[in-house]
C-alpha cells in the first residue's frame, strides 16, 4: 500500500530528507507523548534509540499542557555529539496517520523535521533511518534553557486543555520505567550547574 494522499507540503518534506513517500511506509520517531499517546494507526513499534540528540523541555506550549499567559514545557531535541534518546519508532502506512503528525507537530507544536538513523533495542535488528520532529529556537513556542527550579515552577503551574504540564512529565517518566534499566538510565539534565 502506497502513502498516496500526502499533503504536498509533506512530501516536500520527505523529498528534502530524501525519503521517498514510496514504498509503503516511513518510520517516525517519537520521544515525548507520542510515546505513550500517539494518536495515529501504525503496523509497527519499536523501543530504541537515536544518537546525536538530548532530551530537553525547551519548547513551550500553550494549547496541549499551557497556555498563552502560562505556557507549559514539552520535550524537543537538541543537538549533542554525544547525546543519546530513547524512545519509539513508528511504522506508518496511512497517509492519514503522516498529514496528522504533521498537523499536530508542526502546524499546531512549532516542530521541524529531520531524518536520523534510529538503533532498536534489540541489538539483531539492523538501525533504519527515521522522520523526527523537532523544535528550534526561531519557533514563536520556543522557551530554551531555564534553571531547574524555574523549569519546575513552570511545569507546575502550566496547563492546557490535554491536561496539567506535570502529568506530561509524569507520563515521560512512566513510559522510561517502564521500558528497562537502559532507557531508564538516559540523563534527565545536563550536569550540575548547567540549564536544563
Known sequence: MGLS???AEFVDCLSSHELSPEPARVWVFGYGS??????????????????????????????????RDKPGRVATLVERTQGVTWGCAFCITDPAAINYLHSREVSLG??????????????RQRAFPVMLYLA?????????????????????GARGWK????????????????????IAAEPAAEPPGRRC
Open 5 to 7: 494522499g500526502l499533503s
Open 163 to 182: 491536561g496539567p504540564n506535570a502529568d506530561y512529565v509524569l507520563q515521560l517518566v512512566r513510559f522510561m520505567k517502564r521500558r528497562d534499566g537502559s
Open 110 to 123: 512549532g516542530y521541524e523535521t529531520r531524518v536520523t538513523r534510529f538503533q532498536p533495542r534489540d541489538g
Open 34 to 67: 507520542l510515546c505513550w499517546r500517539p494518536g495515529f494507526p501504525y503496523s509497527e513499534r519499536r523501543i530504541g534509540h537515536v544518537e546525536g540528540y538530548m532530551r530537553r523541555f525547551w519548547q513551550g506550549s500553550v494549547t496541549h499542557r499551557g497556555t
Open 136 to 156: 528550534t529556537d526561531d519557533n514563536p513556542q520556543w522557551l530554551g534553557p531555564a534553571p531547574l527550579a524555574q523549569l519546575a515552577e513552570q511545569v507546575a
